[in-house]
């Protein structure tokens, strides 16, 4: 017997009711994104290999797929690099390219590209999907698709407000109940210097971004396998677990990092933040979240994650400022800032709080009974009618009988079925059926699309 065809883990099929819905976000998303003068552009699934690896720190670097050379892709290999088993040599050897990472560093790659094109700043949206080699679990994917907006050739604080102001209208719109975390990598890099260890800011930022998942004391301990010190570690300790409200623990790490200018121009920076949002335009509550680092090496400034309120998942949004994410790639100092929508986890969230359109999954309002050939031509120019006025509608492709054809209309959720036989096409009328209501209406054939518009 043939084995049973399946699919890698961590990627899913999407049936029409998931695509649907699927795209009842992507909508909602875009035309918010569009609100905002944001301009679509969209870069390939693969990149050069020497173009991500580098830009994500250690760990993401390790999550990168890489695509093998086509044809005889050891024919460029080592051969004393494939006998000492030097993967991370091999591997650029047997492979040039990789499957994207994320949609940001693609973007830098086509802001210098483009340079001379581009209108700055820049305001652009994608909508395609990522592919991190990441272990599969809930909310977790290996493939998924990211909704990302991104500002490039300014550094107005401006730009971070108006990207709040979008998660703020984004998840008014989808019905989901959010508290957007913010924080600060200059501040952070404050809080290494004044720990003694500002050699190691990114240790650290790695470590303490995953406190959510670990808890405190494997934080604690991977600080220590990383080289941090344990004096270093228990000065770290008050400052991971301050409280209060967002003006209350901006003053009190002041405080503690007033040596660092560094550490104070973050506080300068997210203060300037808070003060866009006193204009009382954002309903969406925002809080300072000391312990909120976001691991990617490119951040420099403001960091962004979003959490559902009323679902145990991981964030459903996250972004940053990024001062010369370009000049990797030649183009120094264009600074720039984006968030990224995880339309993944945010319509896990959505089933589970039951937040789709009950009507976004028809995708057929009206159904028109097969009853032969004559009776077809008869029902394919009202068909047409209804198509050319943006009414969803089709006829059954043969004359089987009517329990299997109602059947089909039940099963795709059709509203109306529409009949006509020999003694409609007589009478020039039609018979429509609300499958909803089971109501049933005999009427001229052509008031057909007058009837179900109104419906």
Do not use: H
């Not at 959490?307 to 001062?323: C, F, L, P």
């Amino acid at each position: 017997m043939a084995q049973k065809p399946s699919i890698p883990k961590g990627t899913r099929d999407f049936s029409p009711i998931e695509m649907t819905r699927r795209n009842y976000i992507f909508d909602t998303v875009k035309s918010v994104f569009k609100l905002y003068g944001f301009e679509q552009i969209e870069t390939p699934a693969m990149e050069n290999l020497s173009t991500l690896t580098g830009k994500y720190g250690e760990e993401g670097d390790k999550l990168l797929f890489k695509i093998l050379n086509s044809g005889d892709f050891l024919a460029k290999a080592n051969e004393l690099d494939l006998s000492a088993r030097n993967s991370q040599k091999t591997t650029f050897q047997i492979s040039e390219k990789g499957l994207r990472y994320d949609l940001t560093v693609p973007f830098a790659r086509f802001v210098v590209q483009y340079q001379s094109e581009i209108n700055f700043p820049f305001r652009r949206y994608q909508i395609q999907p990522v592919w991190r080699a990441d272990r599969p679990q809930k909310g977790r994917y290996r493939e998924f698709y990211q909704c990302d907006v991104d500002i490039i050739g300014s550094d107005s604080l401006l730009n971070e407000y108006e990207l709040i102001q979008i998660v703020d209208k984004i998840f008014s719109k989808l019905g989901i109940g959010v508290t957007i975390k913010i924080n600060n990598r200059k501040l952070l890099a404050g809080i290494a210097e004044t720990i003694g260890e500002a050699d190691r800011i990114i240790d650290i930022t790695v470590a303490i971004d995953k406190l959510d998942k670990i808890g405190l004391e494997k934080v604690n301990e991977e600080l220590l396998q990383k080289g941090v010190s344990m004096v270093a570690i228990e000065k770290l300790q008050p400052i991971l677990l301050l409280s209060g409200s967002n003006d209350e623990k901006l003053n009190k790490i002041e405080k503690v990092i007033q040596a660092s200018e560094t550490g104070k121009k973050g506080v300068e920076e997210i203060r300037t933040i808070f003060g866009y949002l006193k204009s009382g335009l954002v309903s969406t509550s925002v809080e300072l979240d000391l312990t909120l680092a976001r691991g990617l090496n490119y951040y420099t400034g403001a960091i962004f994650e979003v959490k559902a309120n009323d679902v145990q998942i991981g964030s459903i949004t996250g972004g940053g400022r990024y001062d010369d994410l370009t000049g990797i790639f030649g183009l120094p100092d264009i600074s720039g800032v984006g968030i990224s929508f995880g339309a993944d986890r945010i319509y896990d969230v959505m089933e589970q709080l039951n937040l789709f359109p009950n009507d976004q999954t028809i995708s057929t309002k009206v159904l028109f009974v097969n009853f032969g050939k004559a009776e077809e031509s008869y029902c394919l120019p009202l068909l047409e009618k209804l198509r050319e006025s943006g009414i969803p509608s089709e006829i059954f492709p043969s004359d089987d009988k009517m329990k299997k054809q109602m059947n089909y209309a039940n099963k795709k959720g059709v509203k109306y079925v529409v009949l006509a036989g020999e003694s409609e096409i007589s009478e020039g009328v039609v018979t429509v059926k609300n499958m909803v209501s089971g109501d049933q209406i005999k009427l001229k054939a052509n008031l057909l699309t007058e009837y179900i518009q109104k419906g």
